[in-house]
């Protein structure tokens, strides 16, 4: 299982690299926020219905874990899950859902980790070197949140499916999209 995580990580190293270096901050956009939060819930929605359910974990090869990072490198973008794209590609490739839940939260502990230590080097090289005493406390919390969450998660997916998911995903993609093209505010209106 270690070599299958460091296959599918590696993707979304090399991706994120090149997408900082020559995309930065462009598609950090509202819309594009909007779009991909529908578009993505609606292929977890698709994948989850019609895929078959052939696969458990063990039976994960190399070039699977390899699709599913490459899937991982499409959450980069801003409003695509990172979790959710891992599951959707999990369930496309016939896995199960509690298995597909299983391999993407395991896949993120060093996205996360990674996240973790390029923010803290440009922190470091843009001279700010004093961490506020939060961040450890943050870190654990985060950590001890996940242990919890994640068997009462994969036993709630044993019984139910990723609707409530993909319902608080539309539902996400509808504020934005009344808030870029029908709200009064400062992205919507005449916009």
């Not at 993707?11 to 690299?17: E, F, N």
């Not at 698709?46 to 190399?62: K, S």
């Not at 090289?125 to 943050?138: H, K, Y």
């Amino acid at each position: 299982m270690f070599g299958l995580i460091v296959v599918a990580t590696v993707p979304v190293v090399i991706g994120g690299y090149l997408l900082t270096k020559f995309a930065g901050e462009r598609f950090n956009t509202i819309p594009v926020i909007a779009w991909t939060t529908v578009i993505f819930a609606v292929l977890l929605f698709a994948a989850d219905r019609m895929c078959m359910t052939l696969r458990r974990i063990e039976h994960m090869n190399v070039p699977q874990a390899l699709v599913i990072g490459l899937a991982q490198v499409v959450a980069l973008i801003p409003g695509v899950s990172r979790s959710g794209i891992t599951m959707t590609a999990a369930r496309v490739l016939g896995f199960e859902r509690t298995d597909a839940v299983r391999f993407s939260l395991l896949l993120s502990v060093p996205a996360i980790v990674g996240a973790a230590v390029l923010d803290a080097l440009d922190m470091y090289r843009n001279g700010v070197t004093d961490i506020p005493p939060g961040i450890g406390l943050a870190v654990f919390l985060s950590f001890a949140a996940a242990l919890i969450a994640i068997p009462l998660m994969v036993a709630w997916l044993r019984r139910a499916t990723f609707a409530p998911f993909v319902v608080y995903r539309l539902i996400l993609g509808a504020v934005l999209f009344y808030a870029l093209y029908g709200g009064s505010g400062p992205a919507g209106g005449a916009g």
